[in-house]
């Protein structure tokens, strides 16, 4: 079982800095609910891809010494059961869900060229396939109501205006809950601005990953 931890770093940093990065030890175990009881149980290799190449990086990875589970520290910029790198991810579902992109748009391309993912040459391999693209936008779609009615509620909590709590707005207006859950990730990410400050340089592009962290604690597990 992962937790996911925001390093505010890049894939590449995070792959060159790994021994330097302050990887937090889990205070309670998930499993059995025990207390301080993890130790360093070494690091396992994932291979993400982005539009380019291939990163071969470290996860590390914590013993639970009270009930035996694992416990492995997910950089927010991969998903658990995904290859590519979420920022990947998240260009194709907002060309998807937010541009209306068709998928005869995306298809007709070569689900490169529409979505700026063109590969430099020789790197052919990195690039998505449709197939692998059409997986992704279904997923978020089947995920996206569990995740959507989450995030309205949290809002609810703190500002009953927001467009996305409006019977008339954004949560109706966008065709998919996919869409919906788009926009908002985004007022999400407003609303935790104004209560962590660690959060102050996120920018919209940010706001998958931050959803992505902030969903996978709150124990709606997969996203995408």
Not at 207 to 214: E, H, I, V
């Amino acid at each position: 079982m992962p937790i996911v931890c925001d390093f505010q770093c890049t894939v590449e940093y995070y792959r060159d800095h790994f021994e330097e990065l302050d990887i937090p030890r889990p205070g309670r175990c998930p499993h059995c609910q025990a207390v301080d009881s993890f130790i360093g149980h070494g690091s396992y290799w994932r291979r993400p891809l982005d539009r380019w190449k291939d990163y071969l990086i470290r996860i590390r990875r914590w013993l639970c010494k009270a009930c035996g589970h694992t416990v492995s520290i997910l950089p927010s910029f991969l998903l658990r059961f995904r290859r590519y790198l979420l920022d990947l991810i998240g260009q194709v579902v907002t060309a998807r869900f937010e541009d209306d992109a068709s998928w005869g748009q995306i298809e007709q391309q070569g689900t490169t060229e529409a979505l700026g993912l063109s590969p430099v040459e020789g790197n052919d391999d990195c690039v998505p396939s449709e197939r692998t693209i059409r997986r992704w936008c279904h997923s978020l779609e089947e995920q996206g109501p569990r995740w959507l009615g989450a995030v309205q509620r949290v809002l609810a909590d703190h500002d009953v205006t927001l467009p996305l709590l409006d019977p008339l707005g954004e949560a109706t207006v966008a065709r998919t809950a996919a869409g919906a859950l788009l926009h908002g990730a985004t007022q999400l990410l407003a609303w935790a601005k104004t209560e962590w400050d660690d959060l102050a340089d996120y920018g919209r592009d940010d706001r998958l990953r931050f959803l992505w962290q902030w969903g996978h604690a709150q124990g709606l597990g997969r996203l995408v």
